[in-house]
């Protein structure tokens, strides 16, 4: 079997997605499909009780914040702006503070190298 270190494959909803990973297993990078990030993988990480979701949306310049999983996806969804300091809940185990525009600054994409 190949190995891919770095790299997670899921299937959700009978389809497969292979996400790479950066700087270890708590940030996950997708391609350009939002629709799944904010659809499909809502509905499958609050069914799986996965406490917080966090995603970056390059395409508006925003943060969405996903908090209290339940079975149809969460409770809770906050978007934020750049600007704005976010604490994400003590649920996941550590006290974090995700400054929005310093994690959308981090996501940009990188320049391509001539």
Known sequence: ?????GCRVEIIDGQIRLSFLRDGPHQEVTANNFRADLHTKVRA?????I????????RHQRLHV????Q???Y???RV????ELVTLPES????????VAEVLRAAAPKPKAE
Do not use: F, Q, S, W
């Not at 406490?51 to 390059?58: A, E, L, N, Q």
């Not at 934020?80 to 600007?83: K, Y």
């Not at 996941?92 to 400054?99: C, F, P, Q, Y």
């Open 80 to 83: 934020h702006a750049p600007g």
């Open 92 to 99: 996941i185990g550590a006290k974090v503070t995700l400054d």
């Open 71 to 73: 079975a149809d996806g």
């Open 75 to 77: 409770e809770t969804h």
């Open 66 to 69: 996903l908090t209290e999983p």
């Open 51 to 58: 406490p917080v979701y966090v995603i970056v949306d390059r």
């Open 1 to 5: 079997m190949e190995r891919n270190p």
């Open 45 to 49: 990480y609050g069914n799986a009780g």
